[in-house]
């Protein structure tokens, strides 16, 4: 019988591996009321565009985020790519099949931050707001109804002064337990919060 699937919980918890010099992200994912790891989550880009990270901003540049049950060798759950960006970053996030489920893209001349959240057929479903100071995001539907939450863990003062690492706490809506969509969109959300908008702030 195969292991039950990470998205179907409602809480997680995602840790950025810690590295003073990284030219990729890595971030593993636990089950918040086990502790267990359940995902990893690894960007996956070539050697030439990790060294252009070092002369160019890596929010310009495109980005492909690869999460994996279990490991790094376990199936794929999802994917979020980027493309090379000028202005406004669009984030299109994909199924285990390859499949495109969504797409977030960036608020115009927002001060507080976050973005939106668009289905396959370009209609809003959601909205992805917060403050980028307090690193506390509330995952809205059309309605303004708060369908789940991302919000920053601090893993205590000295790692958190010598290294860019971060932990957030995702949490789903009881509502929703079960839709394996939205807990991909939440997850994605996390991981764009940290790997494409607030990286580099």
């Given at each position: 019988?195969?292991?039950?699937?990470?998205?179907?919980?409602?809480?997680?918890v995602v840790k950025?591996?810690?590295?003073?010099?990284?030219?990729t992200d890595v971030y593993d994912i636990f089950d918040a009321k086990t502790q267990q790891k359940v995902a990893l989550a690894?960007?996956?880009?070539?050697?030439?565009?990790?060294?252009?990270?070092?002369?160019?901003?890596?929010?310009m540049l495109p980005t492909r985020v690869t999460v994996t049950q279990g490991d790094e060798n376990g199936p794929v759950l999802f994917e979020i790519k980027r493309p090379v960006t000028i202005f406004r970053s669009k984030v299109s996030v994909f199924?285990?099949?390859?499949?495109?489920i969504g797409y977030?893209?960036?608020?115009i001349l927002s001060i507080g931050g976050g973005f939106m959240v668009y289905d396959t057929k370009d209609q809003q479903v959601a909205e992805v707001k917060g403050k980028w100071t307090?690193?506390?995001?509330?995952?809205?539907g059309p309605d303004g109804v708060e369908l789940g939450s991302v919000d920053q863990k601090w893993a205590g003062l000295g790692?958190?002064?010598?290294?860019?690492?971060?932990?957030?706490a995702v949490s789903l809506s009881d509502s929703l337990q079960g839709n394996r969509t939205a807990a991909t969109l939440?997850?994605?959300?996390?991981?764009?919060?940290?790997v494409v908008y607030k990286e580099g702030k």
């Open positions: 019988m195969s292991d039950p699937s990470p998205l179907d919980l409602t809480q997680f950025e591996h810690v590295g003073l010099l990284k030219l690894r960007e996956n880009i070539s050697g030439f565009l990790k060294v252009l990270r070092l002369l160019v901003n890596k929010q199924d285990a099949g390859g499949n495109p977030f893209k960036s608020k307090g690193r506390q995001f509330k995952f809205l790692k958190e002064l010598f290294t860019s690492a971060d932990t957030y939440l997850l994605a959300a996390a991981l764009a919060i940290d």
